[in-house]
């Protein structure tokens, strides 16, 4: 079982810089004790315009709404002996993890208000909250949970030492933690982005009920249960020490560590091969929020060790990782292609993980990598046509996209709610002196504490470039960082006003433009595409082929075509030219479409961008062949 933006901070947080910070970082929170290199704009601030994204998050709109919260709310209820008002849900609302989809549609509730301004979301997160407080009022003890059963058995057995722990059983329920971590994040998310004070004290009331039941625990005890999965609850008790000063909590984040991950961790060593994926991910991110708050240097090189391992010698080049959910040898990826490659929560929790090290650091490698992963894995995990989304997004050569209902209620229908609700949080980003455009989308941001607007305007990735246009009431100084991604060896264009302007950078940086910015200004990006290729880390004759920042799938057929079994269905690549543009010819009148030139066998094919790609079989992966291997292998 697997599962699922990065820490939203408050626009009351994002006041800028105080007069003392050094040059380039800002300080956000009372409690925060890093200085950060650079921090996200409020959703409120930043507005999507006509795109992909834009319309991604309308879909979103609509599936967000299809959902009945008394249907989300009727276990809790009926846990705390309440009367159920509707009937709940069933699939996974109807088992042990019951709950879960709650924690994460308050969540995406509360990021779509921000990110839509409609009120029924708004309305929505209240009432839950309200629901949840009734729940717990009537419990009594602080307790709120929809899986049956949990408070006795957390109590009487778990709490007692009766730990019977699997890697997604403990004592009979299905990652109890991991459902709790997932409703604790929605109370915070609708006390920071809503402003809901009861659900800040329903998260402390709750709280404070979880350490009864660890409070006694030894260390062995303590590790014994971490085995079975526990989601990001180290991450939440975090920011509930964030939110209220109460030590307790930052204390309970030490009780949730787990050593026999995180340590070796810790040491340099990936341990990863044969573990699931999405169990650990937010471990990581739950001990970079820590190192936020404490400012223990060990958490940070925990994490950067980790998020390290996993791009580069663990993740494909859609930016997503595991098969059948699990990690497998490090740099070991040819033949670990098939249907349930690449779960989509686990690239939702990588996202988090990369905005907190970009947070610290600025760093042009975590931006690229946001890019990659969202617009080849996110944005590709979703129907365009009805906002559906993929649990695991196949790169089986030949294998189709499986969307899944919204009521099944998996794991990453969860997080896909929250992801299609969050899309203006990962454009732009600022210090006191800096502004970073780290993400090429169509969209307006309003820098209150500027006074200044930046439109973007671009139709990227079917446009190669972008052009920002500056609002402003009276003269701004201001660095204005525009990403130079690592893929465009082709170079870059910048012009302010129609004046080129002059610089070393190279790729996989940002180019800073200093200057006192006024009403009208513009700044243009030329970002030349070209066609490349990316090989499988283990076997140089297996690659993907690129167009710019999009990786193109080849579309084969529909998904019943009886022809798939055959074992040349995937064609192959008849040439040893490792530049695409030498075999490859542009489809006239769709944009960032080609076809192969006599290169294919038994067959030409037609590739376009991945995201754009669904409802037929297709392969992203292609073998490249010379003649005599071919003759080698098939004559």
């Not at 409690?31 to 998050?57: M, N, Q, S, Y």
């Not at 000063?245 to 030490?254: C, I, Q, S, V």
Request: with cysteine; aromatic share 12%.
């Amino acid at each position: 079982m697997g599962k699922l933006i990065f820490t939203i901070i408050v626009a009351v947080l994002l006041s800028g810089g105080c007069s003392d910070n050094k040059p380039g970082t800002i300080k956000t929170g009372k409690r925060d004790v890093i200085e950060f290199r650079a921090l996200p704009f409020a959703l409120t601030d930043v507005r999507l315009l006509d795109g992909p994204f834009k319309h991604a998050t309308d879909l979103n709109v609509n599936v967000l709404l299809r959902y009945e919260p008394d249907r989300l709310l009727s276990k809790f209820r009926s846990e705390a002996g309440l009367e159920p008002k509707a009937e709940p849900y069933g699939e996974w609302e109807a088992m042990t993890i019951a709950g879960h989809s709650l924690g994460h549609y308050l969540s995406a509730l509360s990021m779509m208000y921000l990110t839509t301004g409609n009120t029924e979301f708004l309305n929505r997160v209240n009432y839950i909250v309200s629901e949840l407080k009734a729940c717990q009022d009537a419990d009594g003890t602080g307790y709120i949970g929809a899986f049956p059963d949990g408070k006795r058995i957390l109590e009487e057995e778990v709490a007692n030492g009766n730990i019977r722990s699997k890697g997604f059983d403990l004592n009979g329920i299905w990652v109890p933690y991991y459902t709790q971590h997932k409703v604790m994040a929605g109370l915070r998310d609708a006390y920071r982005m809503c402003g809901n004070t009861t659900a800040l004290s329903v998260s402390e009331k709750f709280a404070d009920w979880l350490y009864t039941v660890v409070d006694d625990l030894s260390p062995d005890q303590i590790e014994e249960m971490l085995h079975c999965e526990h989601g990001g609850i180290l991450e939440t008790l975090a920011d509930l020490y964030a939110d209220t000063g109460n030590e307790k909590y930052l204390e309970m984040t030490h009780r949730f560590q787990d050593k026999f991950i995180l340590e070796p961790l810790s040491r340099g060593e990936d341990i990863l091969p044969g573990k699931h994926g999405n169990t650990n991910i937010p471990k990581l991110i739950g001990l970079a929020r820590r190192y936020e708050l404490t400012g223990d240097t060990l958490d940070r090189k925990t994490a950067e060790f980790f998020w390290q391992t996993v791009v580069k010698h663990h993740s494909y080049v859609t930016g997503g990782h595991g098969n059948k959910e699990y990690f497998g040898d490090a740099d070991k990826l040819r033949n670990r292609l098939g249907n349930e490659t690449t779960e989509t929560c686990n690239v939702y929790n990588m996202l988090k993980l990369t905005d907190h090290l970009f947070e610290w650091s600025a760093s042009a490698e975590a931006a690229d990598f946001y890019e990659r992963a969202l617009f080849n894995h996110i944005l590709s995990s979703q129907n365009p046509e009805d906002g559906r989304v993929t649990y695991n997004l196949s790169l089986e050569m030949g294998g189709f996209k499986s969307f899944q209902d919204p009521e099944w209620f998996t794991c990453c229908i969860g997080t896909g709610m929250e992801s299609h609700s969050k899309y203006g949080g990962s454009i732009y980003f600022h210090n006191d002196k800096e502004l970073f455009v780290n993400q090429f989308i169509a969209s307006e941001l309003t820098w209150k504490e500027k006074g200044l607007k930046v439109r973007q305007m671009t139709k990227y990735p079917e446009e190669q470039g972008t052009s920002l246009e500056i609002s402003a009431g009276k003269p701004v100084e201001l660095t204005v960082s525009i990403r130079y991604p690592s893929w465009a060896t082709q170079g870059i264009e910048i012009a302010v006003n129609g004046h080129k302007k002059h610089f070393d950078n190279e790729p996989g940086s940002f180019v800073p433009l200093t200057r006192k910015w006024k009403n009208g200004d513009r700044i243009e990006v030329t970002i030349p595409f070209e066609l490349r290729l990316e090989s499988m880390p283990d076997d140089s004759l297996r690659v993907a082929v690129f167009y710019g920042p999009v990786v193109l799938a080849g579309e084969l057929g529909p998904v019943d075509d009886p022809a798939a079994p055959d074992s040349l269905y995937v064609p192959v690549l008849m040439t040893t030219d490792r530049n695409p543009a030498n075999w490859m010819s542009p489809v006239e009148n769709s944009i960032n479409t080609f076809v192969t030139d006599s290169t294919g066998r038994p067959r030409d094919v037609q590739m376009k961008p991945f995201y754009k790609t669904y409802d037929k079989r297709y392969s992203i992966f292609w073998d490249m062949f010379s003649e005599e291997a071919w003759k080698d292998k098939y004559e």
